[in-house]
């Protein structure tokens, strides 16, 4: 699944597109509550979803599938 949620956590944009990702700094750097309310949901969601115990037991089962 997607890491990102868009307008959440952070912004999404097509990779392709020249305008969408400038836009999307501007507006960051428009708003800084946008900016630090998206930093504190990404960290929110990182030290949620990549917990030590979490990564152990998906590189446990990722290693394990390689070797049967």
Do not use: C
């Amino acid at each position: 699944g997607l890491i990102v949620q868009d307008g959440v956590d952070g912004l999404l944009f097509i990779s392709s597109s020249v305008e969408e990702p400038g836009e999307a700094m501007i507006r960051l750097l428009r708003d800084p509550n946008i900016a630090s309310e998206l930093g504190r949901k990404a960290r929110q969601t990182i030290t949620e979803s990549f917990t030590i115990d979490k990564v152990a037991k998906d590189y446990e089962s990722f290693y394990g599938k390689l070797i049967t």
